[in-house]
């Protein structure tokens, strides 16, 4: 009987801008080996902001694309397209594609590891307008911790702060207290804050210096690397299909000098893109 020759293709990465990045630095770290393909749909970020639909369409033809490109597993490293785009595409879009590929998010990952980090179950989350309003994590925590409370902060000027490479400004400090304070106001005894868009870790000082010291504050892309590490040697089926030749190719819709530019100061590395059109 003559056996399937298995396709080894990328592990695509897709984020609506350059957040993304730092789950992928993390993922690289944890996971050198393997092959990436990195998509930013800069040209239409952020998503933050808009609607579920929309963000659904966008983040739909990204993973369509990167199946395109071979790729078997996707990672949304973007939480605004975890929270509004996944779980629709799981259930209605692969079936149809290709039932054995896997599109995995970013929000279950962290929501399974505050049960070894959380004291008292209460959690804070800043995040995008889409996020928060989304619901997701709120969601995801009482399905995994349903004793755990989730009070959320939206903080809309953040990413345009971390884009426009304005972190060390007074107006990035004015902006991180601002809703640092807001968050913390919901509840005192908040004991474990989640950074809940791959963007803030290049805020996470700030963050850091404005919550009361005894608060975990949790970045997300090191909890995402552990958890993409413990799918794969759970899934050697999937873990066979991803090819190891330890490369990175950058994709982006915006121009491929502006991405080259930010992508540097998010992976403190000089890199090469290549620029694709969606849509």
Request: glycine share 8%.
């Amino acid at each position: 009987m003559k056996q399937d020759i298995i396709k080894q293709a990328p592990i695509g990465i897709f984020d609506s801008g350059y957040g993304g990045l730092t789950i992928l630095s993390d993922i690289r770290r944890v996971l050198p080996q393997y092959d990436y393909i990195y998509l930013g749909d800069n040209a239409r970020a952020p998503y933050g902001t808009r609607s579920f639909e929309i963000v659904y369409r966008f983040t739909l033809e990204a993973v369509q694309y990167l199946f395109d490109q071979g790729c078997q597993l996707v990672i949304l490293a973007c939480n605004t397209a975890s929270a509004k785009a996944l779980r629709s595409i799981q259930q209605k879009d692969l079936p149809h594609i290709d039932p054995n590929r896997r599109v995995l998010g970013v929000i279950r990952p962290t929501v399974e590891a505050l049960s070894s980090i959380t004291q008292n179950g209460e959690i804070g989350l800043l995040g995008t307008p889409g996020t928060i309003n989304s619901g997701s994590y709120t969601a995801e925590v009482a399905k995994l911790y349903p004793q755990y409370n989730v009070y959320g902060q939206p903080c809309p000027m953040w990413v345009p702060l971390i884009e426009n490479n304005e972190t060390n400004n007074e107006g990035a400090h004015y902006f991180v207290k601002k809703y640092t304070d807001a968050l913390m106001s919901q509840n005192e005894n908040i004991d474990t804050v989640i950074l809940g868009c791959t963007h803030y870790p290049l805020l996470y000082p700030l963050i850091r210096q404005h919550l009361p010291s005894q608060v975990k504050l949790l970045s997300q892309g090191a909890l995402v690397a552990d958890s993409l590490k413990d799918y794969l040697e759970r899934h050697p089926e999937m873990e066979q299909r991803c090819s190891q030749g330890g490369s990175c190719t950058y994709l982006t819709t915006e121009s491929e000098t502006k991405f080259t530019e930010a992508a540097t100061r998010f992976l403190n590395d000089t890199i090469t893109a290549r620029q694709i059109e969606l849509g």
